[in-house]
């Protein structure tokens, strides 16, 4: 296309063009919100609005991107979780809505490890403390954080180019996070700290299954977030053997794991805590996304 054309002339070669590469029409609209700085109100109430060349140039590249594969959010520079616009790039997995549902469950656990820790009965009970493992972008952390703003929250990960990102997202969103690169819980062992709250969404893709990923996730996202050795149980074994050296009982322990994975997480939590009170929990589709754990004294 060539010359003037108007907003909805551009969504609708945007639609066009993304259907016939297999990808999802509304990409047009979002990537033309980007570029615009528009709302989708203000975007369809100038729909008959002739588009700026320089607009639609960067447009079209954006659209061609998208329809080789490039996930909108990476060409955006931003997705957003449990109603708060979060900085993504390459280096973090984009987030995902499955997610937004292991933060709700672990906001409605925390008044539990509290009041069996004396909040009920004292006003100087220490706060409690969280930590999230394997933070990637820092949705997890960040967002317990402002949703629980007296709990004392860290987050670790294994890639500082991750921790950049996370750290821009706390520092936007106003969150004070701690964050720490490393493997796993090493960083608070050397540090001597204790928590309440282990929560973690680590890479849990069986090796065996790339080729049933979608070529956009694969090409695009990073992989050490997602694949975890031949049966994508190999980060939860390491971190539940390292769960005791730093935790504070009561205590609770969520993870976010794959379809077909609650017993085989469970089984490993119990190994360590026997009496644990341990829930598989399914997400709004109904698949197995959730494994919650509470330690008592």
Same mark, same amino acid.
């Given at each position: ?105 672990? !906001?409605?656990? /925390? ?6 820790? =004396?909040? %009920?009965? $004292?006003? @100087? ?123 504070? !009982?009561?205590? /609770? ?6 379809? =077909?994975? %609650?017993? $085989?997480? @469970? ?31």
């Amino acid at each position: 296309m060539n010359g003037e054309m108007k907003i909805y002339e551009a969504l609708k070669w945007a639609s066009s063009f993304l259907h016939k590469h297999h990808y999802e029409k509304n990409i047009g609209e979002i990537l033309l919100m980007h570029h615009t700085d528009w709302s989708r109100s203000r975007l369809l109430a100038e729909l008959q609005t002739t588009l700026p060349e320089e607009i639609w140039h960067t447009f079209k590249k954006s659209v061609e991107k998208a329809a080789s594969g490039v996930p909108v959010q990476y060409i955006t520079g931003a997705e957003f979780f449990y109603g708060r616009e979060f900085v993504v790039n390459p280096n973090v997995l984009i987030p995902r809505p499955e997610t937004e549902e292991l933060i709700e469950a672990v !906001l409605q656990k /925390l008044p539990l490890v509290l009041e069996k820790n =004396g909040g %009920g009965s $004292s006003k @100087s009970v220490t706060p409690i403390s969280i930590v999230d493992v394997g933070t990637g972008s820092g949705i997890i952390a960040i967002t317990l954080k402002l949703e629980s703003t007296d709990s004392q929250v860290q987050a670790v990960d294994i890639s500082s180019a991750a921790l950049e990102v996370a750290k821009e997202n706390a520092a936007k969103l106003g969150a004070a996070v701690t964050f720490h690169e490393g493997s796993l819980l090493e960083p608070l062992f050397n540090r001597g700290d204790k928590v309440n709250v282990v929560v973690s969404n680590p890479p849990y893709i069986p090796e065996g299954d790339r080729h049933l990923m979608r070529e956009n996730v694969l090409d695009h996202e990073p992989q050490l977030a997602l694949f975890a050795g031949e049966d994508g149980l190999t980060i939860y074994r390491e971190l539940v053997k390292q769960i005791p050296k730093a935790f504070t !009982l009561p205590g /609770l322990i969520a993870f976010e794991i794959g379809h =077909g994975q %609650g017993q $085989s997480v @469970s089984q490993l939590i119990r190994e360590v805590y026997p009496k644990a009170d341990v829930d598989v929990k399914n997400d709004i589709n109904g698949k197995e996304r959730m494994v919650i754990a509470f330690v008592r004294k």
